[in-house]
């Protein structure tokens, strides 16, 4: 059988692109921040001031902008994107990313790491599927469909689109596919398409390792305990289908650097398992098949890279990255260097890259787009207890949108104020630094819906807000807009921080 090893092969080194690559290859619009905009609060309120500025002169602002003055709306900005691909490839350089577009399937995001070669997507649904395909230019081979259980509608569709690679970690899965994929090849003959030259998609076994150092374990839902590997290789085998390599996940939010570094041992066992089972099989059948290629070590990265990706996030300021650095209040141990300390030197031993034939992708999602968006939630209710000064505070998203990992992952979000205030007669606004001499007062936030449970920030320290100031939550592009606000209609404003313009490689 052939492969098509090489969109693996993480050969192409990243290069930044220029400010007008970006304009004329993304879907939707995005603003270079002036260089006033050099805090994050400077650059929420420059968006508020716009987006007042627009409604007022009527230009062609569509629903949803206006209501963004009202509900709010998330900022993105793409220069963090594109920042924690460069990052990515200094501190994992053998290792290519396929960016898990389940954490967040932005169009403007999925399309800014698709101009770079050296990115491809970890899919997880059709709609995914499509949407990196529309980021690469139709590259297929840039996708890895990484979801190990999938209904057959989606698992014929993905067949007719190309899909090359894909994970499984069960006996009945191989079947499906293989009943699918004959199917498909049934339809091309009857309808005298070509069909010759089509394999059957390349197998990546999922194996179950320990997770337990993560927010969100995912080893009860997916994965093949490592006792499994040979007889689901020979069941691949005997379906005529080909198991190219091994793929796990450390589970979302990993805590624990050194489990990267015991599951890339398990995977290196279980490829050893695959190769010998390649090799009997090669010996009784005569087929010529290759030693395993591909391992994948998930996701599960910290969204905090930890050599300065994240500096200056939403500003016009400008940096650059050539030396690694830590930002003075991050916890070494919880940032995506810190695996690259495991993962990188282990991955040299026992995958040496002038000898083996391993190619290493990985799959993060929450290390590319947490840092890269804040939401920014109007206050559209508030109240005060006169007695205690507690303040209860009202805002259009809570723990059944956008603040789900309140309950599911007891998150906390502690806000950014922005109090702004509006001149009567003209209408506009301005920032306020402080009111009431700066007194900091108990107070709560509460979600939109009538549940009491909907508590998106408890007794937490703000100064006096008002009906009509703004509260920042940073940190807010991972598992957020993906899960709970599937259906609502929250506006995503895009910038382009610092200063617009991106360092070249070359
Ligand atoms: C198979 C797979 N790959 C990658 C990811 C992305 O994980 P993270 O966002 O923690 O990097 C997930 C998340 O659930 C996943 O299930």
Not at 301 to 306: A, K, L
């Amino acid at each position: 059988m052939s492969r098509t090893i090489d969109s693996f092969i993480p050969e192409e080194k990243f290069s930044a692109f220029k400010r007008e690559d970006l304009a004329s290859h993304l879907p939707h619009a995005f603003e270079v921040l002036p260089p006033s905009c050099d805090t994050l609060s400077k650059t929420v309120f420059h968006q508020i001031q716009s987006l007042k500025q627009q409604c007022s002169t009527n230009s062609s602002l569509s629903s949803k902008d206006e209501d963004a003055l009202d509900d709010g709306f998330m900022l993105c900005d793409l220069k963090i994107v594109q920042r924690k691909l460069k990052a990515w490839h200094l501190m994992f350089p053998r290792i290519k990313p396929f960016m898990a577009l389940k954490c967040n399937p932005d169009q403007n995001v999925a399309h800014t790491l698709g101009l770079s070669p050296a990115c491809g997507f970890d899919c997880a649904s059709i709609s995914e599927i499509k949407l990196a395909l529309s980021s690469t230019g139709g590259n297929r081979k840039r996708c890895v469909y990484a979801n190990p259980q999938r209904a057959r509608a989606d698992l014929e569709q993905s067949i007719k689109l190309g899909i090359g690679s894909m994970t499984f970690d069960g006996i009945e899965e191989l079947q499906k596919i293989r009943e699918v994929f004959d199917n498909h090849i049934e339809e091309l003959k009857e309808n005298g398409e070509e069909y010759e030259s089509l394999e059957p998609p390349q197998m990546i076994l999922r194996i179950v390792v320990p997770d337990g150092h993560s927010t969100v374990p995912l080893g009860e839902k997916f994965g093949a305990s490592p006792d499994r590997v040979e007889l689901l290789t020979e069941k691949a085998f005997d379906l005529g289908l080909d198991v190219v390599g091994v793929s796990f996940h450390c589970g979302s939010g990993c805590h624990d650097a050194e489990a990267y570094g015991t599951a890339i041992r398990i995977a290196k066992g279980a490829i050893d398992i695959i190769d010998s089972v390649i090799v009997r099989y090669n010996e009784m059948d005569g087929k010529k098949r290759e030693p395993c290629c591909v391992l994948d070590i998930g996701g599960g990265y910290s969204g905090v890279d930890g050599i300065g990706g994240d500096l200056d996030r939403f500003t016009a300021i400008s940096n650059d990255m050539n030396e690694p650095r830590f930002e003075g209040t991050t916890d070494e141990d919880e940032t995506a260097y810190k695996v690259s300390t495991v993962v990188t030197p282990l991955v040299e031993e026992l995958f040496p890259n002038d000898s083996s034939p391993i190619h290493i992708i990985s799959e993060p999602g929450r290390y590319f787009v947490e840092a890269a968006f804040v939401y920014c939630a109007r206050i559209y209710s508030a109240k005060v207890e006169k007695e205690t000064g507690f303040r209860t505070y009202y805002i259009s998203q809570g723990v059944q949108g956008l603040f789900k990992d309140v309950l599911l992952c007891d998150e906390i979000f502690i806000p950014i104020p922005l109090m702004v205030e509006e001149d009567d007669n003209s209408g506009t606004i301005s920032m306020v630094n402080e009111r009431s001499n700066g007194t900091l007062y108990e107070s709560t936030i509460f979600g939109p819906s009538g549940e009491s449970f909907d508590v998106v920030c408890k007794s937490c320290q703000l100064p006096e807000m008002k009906i009509g100031d703004w509260l920042i939550f940073d940190r807010m592009g991972a598992y957020t807009l993906s899960i709970a606000a599937r259906d609502s209609s929250l506006p995503v404003r895009y910038i382009l921080g610092g200063e617009g313009h991106v360092e070249r490689d070359d």
